[in-house]
């Protein structure tokens, strides 16, 4: 028996390209996998995601790899070991306010560190209809509060003369648990589509920027009835603020109309699970907002305070941010007061497969993505065209069936078509209709704003054919 070949994780990191070969770890073992990226019965680009480190988080997510023969077919690939030196301790500089940030999931593209902003890969995306929760995008404005749920109490500020509550984690478990199913979008979904247009101030987001869960917790109408609320001023808001807040102390805020708040058939929760856990640190542990049909920007993590106002949230990202403009607005004319905050959404969708500049196999294409609607619209249709919009054809809808009037979450869509012989690029695009009859238009150009927001022009994919 010769001793294995030790490597560093350095070193397994530098093969993961076809170029330097495809190497991943299971445990302390390495592999070289190139020889199975096209084997791959997920298909090479999912493999390709873990190429260069561990197996561990990607196979977490798909049990299918929890099977002897799976560890077989590996097995054959072997070339050495791990260092056992090589566990680097991570260094932590306290000075940093997001040394204490979690550890993420590798799969996720990272648009931004500090805050952490990332999204999951289109080829993961609508692998399942309930986005797993390590892969769920993550939108942060500033550092994770580390939160102890003992010590965790919610402030609920009651009516004039009334008491204001402060209740606990076990406390929102006496309310009767209420689990819906709903999908987030961020306002900023589809961004970069609109900087290749035009520059816009904001983060890059791809078409990630978009993920469903199903979210358990108290509903909001129980908890400000308690507290002794009724929907009398039918102009109030409730607005809500996170325990997470910058250097300044100036915490992250939002607010929704009292109507939606008080209507139970609006199904808003103060969450405490998601997908059947705790909240994960990053989507708000213990207690986050889920207000569905609405812009993620409104579903408050981490959350402190619930107070009844006559106005909107004052803070930043309600009434500075969150806004749609015409495209003749710039930065020195903008007025934010001048448009409503954002709240429902309009109807979106996209394409997850192929990705942008993919090579398929002529014969068949298989054409898969998502498409969701706000304010609880149901989706009815998802055109797909393969000539960029000249002939349509229409999608198979998966994934559950909507409820009118509370269609929360997206439907998930494939359309398998032929590829019209002779065609060397597709040019695929795809629309939504949703059951008001509300369309996507077809370009960036009548929707371009300055922060990039509400991006939903018909998604563009480009391939080539082989031969
Ligand atoms: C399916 C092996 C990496 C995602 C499979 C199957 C095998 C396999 C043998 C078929 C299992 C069965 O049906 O019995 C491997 C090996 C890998 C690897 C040896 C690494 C060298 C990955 C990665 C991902 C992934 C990194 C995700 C990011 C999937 C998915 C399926 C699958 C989604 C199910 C495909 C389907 O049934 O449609 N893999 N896999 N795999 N793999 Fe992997
Ligand atoms: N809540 C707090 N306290 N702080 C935040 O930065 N980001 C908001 C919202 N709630 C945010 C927040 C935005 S803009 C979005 S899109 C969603 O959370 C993202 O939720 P997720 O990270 O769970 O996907
Ligand atoms: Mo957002």
Redesign the pocket.
Known sequence: EKSPRIYTREEVKSHSSLETRIW?TLGCEV?D?TE?VDL????PS??M??AGGP?EP??A??A??D?A??RE??AQ?KVGELSPEDKAPSTLKTSDPYADDPVRHP?LKVNSQRPFNAEPPPE?LT?NYITPNPIFFTRNHLPVPNLKPETYRLHVVGPPGCQSLSLSLDDLYQFPKHEVTVTLQCAGNRRSEMTQFKEVKGLEWNAGAISTARWAGARLCDVLAKAGHQLRETEAHVCFEGLDSDPTGTAYGASIPLARAMDPEADVLLAYEMNGQPLPRDHGFPVRVVVPGVVGARHVKWLGKVSVEPEESYSHWQRRDYKGFSPSVDWDTVDFDSAPSIQELPVQSAITEPKDGETVQSGEVTIKGYAWSGGGRAIVRVDVSLDGGLTWQVAELDGEEQRPRKAWAWRLWQLQAPVPAGKKELNIVCKAVDDSYNVQPDTVAPIWNLRGVLSNAWHRVHVRVTP
């Open positions: 991943v592999f996998v199975f791959h019965p997920g298909g999912k493999l995601l873990a197996l990607f196979w997510l798909y299918v790899h099977q023969h799976v077919i590996l690939y799969a993961l692998e």
